[in-house]
């Protein structure tokens, strides 16, 4: 009744296309987590979710459960009754009583032995042999292609009994998996070879095979006996067409990409925000106004989420007093992978929720050829099972997927630099002897691969159509083509954002090493001049006592990592700029350089040998007190909002500052954070720093 009420007053669906759309992508995603987390999922052929569809294909263990909607009996049943009671009448249709495609003049009464060849010519596929040929489609994509295909089946314009549905069902629930073949569909007649070994399966063909709960290959005897689905199937006329003609192996796997796709789009504009904290970055570049003139809901969004994390964060705050105390020290406005990430991320996420609501109309779609109009006694030739909508959708979210992993190497290429990250080490390398401390150069380096492959992938897949099965099928989807490359773009994001997210946890660790370090120079600069500065020789005041506050302008000033290896180097610059105010001091002193005990040049020998007595013992006791977690100053990302991320990185899976001294390689530390992010672990702490945003940029004030 609802379809019927829409259909009335918007006929061509645009209202409800728009209706799909209101809301915030934080919301969305929220509301995906939470119907990913459900542990049922009843199907009634309409409503299904992508967030769905990847809980079931990635449920295991059996932790989600599939159930019927025991109303859609009674519809799908009476499509099937008309099939049957059609061909009684002797009436002709399409893939019941003549051959198909392109072969569709011929005829024949036999409809369940049509329906058998049917399945055993489209057991086109090839598998290879071995575990090392990779020919299979991995078991979660066909879970997610039996849970879509049921749904299209419920719907009752099929032509199918109800009870085949239940078996599939049961296989689902049940944990055992159809073996399909990784190629061989262009999605035009829908995805016909991939879905043709499911029918096998159904029907008890010998060349059918199945992945058991545990992993084992199991034989259509076994499968069915094991998900206790009774004798194999003798298919009715109309049945194999049902269940191999659509789209469901191209949307399923689509589902499964776009659910990862929308967290991966909202991570991306966390790490943005924190690759702007480390980098000391100006945070003006969030404000609504700016943003607001742009129009864009994305890019707003993006903004609105990025000025949240950046709103009374404690590195803004130090950030800004610095900015305040040296205004010259960096570029009046950050570079662009900073500045700009609003406007790139947004459209991204855009394409991103557009294709996620092309998807979700496609997986509650019927996608039969030909539709059983039961009302209207009629079976009607279409060809909805052509799925564009796959393959449109999957190029757009690619191509997406590449722009975020292009953002991302560029802020890592910059966070990795000595020349463009405000102060951090060259290669992040945090150990105390940077000769032989190369930290994040390898990452960086694999990080250029996956983007250079990243790139590649965005490039389209269906302007490549070939005219296929006599040039009936002469325009093709290529759907599920598409749905793959875009999972393998998918994937390697996630390589991207595990290095990334490693490499931010690696520099607020450095931002916090620094600062314990130079609260230590400054405190010791001010003690040696204190005590060396203050007094000539006779106890009277010295006039080298006035250097003091020049000296700690310059450890204020001067980068720390430039010179904290070994600070007392004359060939750095803190120990050439410190004598260089002496100096500067001493030739303002004019005649009282005369005088021997109001000579400010004669303290200079005894300023820089106190120093270098001090100086270094008192840098590694520092050093030493940040690592045993004992600091004089705690991290500033405890004050943050981004602190639950940099939390769960270092916390619950367990990495640390990584530093030549160590034998732990990064690779180790993106691996644990990768195998998390595949987990769905990163989900909870990413909504975490974003729990207190209340949806709507800060007043422009």
């Known amino acids: 009744m609802t379809t019927e009420l829409n259909l009335c007053v918007d006929p061509l669906n645009w209202g409800l296309a728009a209706e799909a759309m209101k809301g915030s992508h934080l919301e969305e995603v929220k509301r995906m987590v939470a119907e990913f987390r459900n542990p049922v999922v009843a199907l ?48 002709d249709s399409y893939g019941v009583t003549t051959g198909f495609g392109a072969t569709s003049h011929r005829r024949t009464k036999q409809g369940g032995a049509l329906q058998k060849e049917l399945i055993r010519f489209l057991n086109a596929g090839i598998f290879g042999n071995g575990t090392e040929s ?8 066909t879970r997610a292609a039996m849970l879509v295909r049921i749904n299209t089946l419920l719907q009752g314009y099929s032509g199918i009994r109800f009870e085949i549905l239940e078996a599939i069902t049961k296989f689902l629930n049940h944990n055992i998996t159809p073996t399909l073949p990784l190629r061989g569909t262009i999605t035009a007649s829908g995805d016909l070879v991939p879905l043709s070994y499911i029918a096998g399966l159904l029907t008890g063909r010998p060349n059918s095979k199945a992945v058991g709960p545990s992993g084992q290959t199991l034989t259509p005897g ?67 106004l700016t943003h607001k003139l742009k129009h864009h809901p994305g890019q707003i969004e993006a903004a ?19 900015h305040e105390m040296d205004p010259l020290q960096k570029p009046k406005q ?97 150990g105390r002897n940077p000769s032989l401390d190369y930290g994040f150069k390898g990452a960086e380096i694999a ?31 290529l759907g599920l083509i598409s749905s793959r490359k875009t999972a393998e773009s998918v994937e390697i994001l996630k390589l991207m954002s595990s290095t990334f997210l490693v490499a931010l946890c690696q520099a607020i660790d450095l931002r916090h090493l620094e600062e314990n370090l130079k609260h230590t120079v400054k405190s010791t600069v001010s003690q040696v001049a204190k005590r060396v500065l203050t007094m000539g020789t006779n106890g009277e005041l010295h006039p080298s006592r ?52 109001a000579s400010i040049f004669q303290k200079i020998a005894l300023f820089e040998e106190e120093l270098k007595t001090i100086l270094p013992k008192e840098v590694e006791s520092a050093r030493v007190a940040v690592e045993s977690e004992n600091p004089v100053i705690g991290n500033r990302i405890k004050e943050c909002r981004s602190y639950p991320l940099y939390r769960f990185v270092r916390e619950e899976l367990g990495t640390a500052l990584l530093t030549g001294e160590k034998v732990r390689s990064p690779g180790e530390e993106f691996d644990l954070v990768f195998s998390a992010m595949c987990k769905g672990l990163v989900i909870d702490p990413l909504l975490e720093c974003l729990e207190a945003w209340n949806g709507a940029p800060l007043p422009i004030c």
């Not at 990779?134 to 994509?141: G, K």
């Not at 609105?304 to 610095?322: Q, T």
């Not at 296929?468 to 325009?475: F, G, I, L, M, Y």
């Open 44 to 91: 009634g052929g309409e409503g299904l979710t992508i967030s769905q569809v990847a809980a079931v294909a990635t449920s295991d263990g059996g932790s989600v459960k599939v159930e019927l909607a025991e109303e859609a009996r009674g519809r799908v049943k009476a499509s099937s009754d008309w099939v049957m009671e059609s061909m009684n009448k002797g009436t």
């Open 134 to 141: 990779a020919h299979t489609l991995p078991h979660t994509a």
């Open 222 to 288: 076994e499968a069915f006996a094991l998900a206790g689905a009774g004798d194999f199937f003798e298919l009715q006329p109309k049945e194999g067409l049902a269940l191999v003609n659509g789209t469901a192996v191209g949307s399923g796997l689509a589902s499964m990409v776009l659910f990862e796709a929308n967290t991966l789009a909202l991570l991306s504009e966390v790490l943005s925000a924190i690759f702007a904290e480390v980098m000391q970055g100006k945070p003006e570049f969030t404000d609504h």
């Open 304 to 322: 609105a989420i990025m000025e949240h994390i950046l709103d009374g964060s404690s590195y803004v705050k130090a950030a800004e007093k610095l």
């Open 334 to 430: 950050d570079r662009y992978a900073l500045r700009t990430s609003p406007q790139w991320l947004g459209p991204q996420i855009e394409v991103i929720r557009s294709a996620t609501k092309m998807i979700e109309r496609e997986i509650n779609s019927v996608n039969d050829n030909p539709l059983i109009d039961v009302s209207r006694n009629k079976a009607l030739h279409g060809g909805n099972f052509q799925g564009t909508p796959i393959g449109v959708s999957m190029d757009n979210t690619r191509l997406a997927i590449g722009s975020i992993g292009k953002l991302m190497f560029a802020q890592f290429s910059e966070l990795v630099n000595d020349f463009y990250n405000n102060g951090l080490p060259s290669n992040l390398s945090g």
């Open 447 to 477: 990080m250029a691969s996956y983007c250079s492959e990243l790139q590649f992938l965005a490039n389209p897949v269906t302007n490549h159509v070939q005219s296929a099965e006599q040039h009936n099928q002469d325009v093709n989807s």
């Open 546 to 597: 006035f250097c003091e506050k020049d000296l700690l302008r310059v450890v204020d000033r001067e980068q720390l990592f430039s010179y904290i290896d070994d600070p007392i180097s004359a060939t750095y610059p803190l120990m050439q700029k410190l004598r260089q105010v002496l100096v500067e001091h001493a030739l303002k002193n004019g005649e009282n350089e005369k005088n021997p005990n």
